[in-house]
């Protein structure tokens, strides 16, 4: 049901939709000044986009298909279709991007939250062949729900408002985890040693650090997780939390906190709760008398190496990797002081995480009008 007031347009009703496109690659003139020159990875920031990867001369420039600011730009061909952005200045992309122009009808902002609210189901339309894309025609053909100028100036500020709280958040949880890298690099090399500690540090082996466990008797059995099941079910990589299971049996609780490293990519992680592992290949790392787990594990954090081949790591070169080592109490102060850091950086996480999912529920209200805003009488 459309709301009062409301209509359903074209994105081609919108305004103009442009294709970019690519000035000759093999003249060189054409290239490097600065005028963004924006391809999808340049795309899927959250914020105005005013610089690309690649840029374009004045001659490159006007060799192509100029973008004013204010258009939304959506990536209609490759493996990121649907990914989308904002001009934040004059610019132009390649082929592989719409550019919606809104005319004056419709403001810039709200075309842009109100096609990236449809993006999902526009990259749909894609298929799934082996180069995904959704032309030209078929991309100006869909439709958006629209309010009149008065209300989409009102819900673009509602909207943006949420947009620069989110930015902001990012910028702080950036600082912040700079902020961390810079301290693990002083405190775990003793290039910065912490008040009341003056004792030589030694060379050790992580395996002198650590013991290892397989983790045999706390594979999960069933991988249908829900959010309602009590135990974790983890990973060492990037996901971390693959679910929850409602196994009684084979939970790990026998030493926290402790590190579960991954033997095939090196990954690990720091786990200080109750849980279940899926995969063979985890080893559970836990400190011998006269180590800091926390320690040990943050120091690994520094190590820099080149995972090669599908080989198990820990018993044949990662536990025989050497680490700078302070006395045990100096490891537990840079421990407290690293976790203090991991606490904010959390909580920002967890702010961030909070902003987004209601910045998306009030998306789905305002743009399409099952919550109204009030708008001032002209």
Known sequence: MVPKGWEILSIGDLGDVITGS?????????????????????????KPITSAIKTLSDEGFQATRKIRKGATLFTCIGSTIGKIGFSGTALATNQQINAVVP??????????????YRASHIAKLAGTQAVPIINKSTFSSQPILVSPLPEQKKIAQILSTWDQAITATERLLENSQQR??????????????????????????????LKYQQPTPFLVRSTE????????????????LLGYSDEEFGIYRDVLPTIIFDDFTTASRFVDFPFKVKSSAIKILTSNLGFSNRYIFEAMQMIRFKVGGHQRHWIS??????????????????????????????????????????????????????????????
């Open 22 to 46: 690519t000035p000759k690659t093999s003249d060189l003139s054409l290239y490097g000044g600065d005028i963004p020159f924006v391809g999808p990875a340049d795309l899927g920031r959250g």
């Open 103 to 116: 005319n004056k009808l419709h403001d810039d902002n709200f075309i842009y939250h109100a096609l990236k």
């Open 180 to 209: 961390k890298k810079g301290l693990m690099q002083k405190l775990l090399t003793g290039k910065k040693r912490l008040p009341g500690f003056e004792e030589e540090w030694k060379k050790i082996e992580l395996g002198e650090a």
């Open 225 to 240: 997780y829900s959010n309602d099941f009590p135990t974790p079910v983890l990973t060492a990589g990037k996901s971390f």
């Open 317 to 378: 070169i990662f536990a025989n990797l050497v680490i700078p080592c302070p006395s045990f109490e100096e490891q537990k102060a840079i421990s407290k002081v690293l976790a203090t850091a991991d606490h904010e950086i959390l909580a920002l996480q967890n702010c961030l995480k909070s902003l987004k999912k209601e910045k998306k529920a009030l998306m789905q209200q305002l743009l399409t009008g099952k919550r109204r805003v009030q708008v001032e009488a002209e």
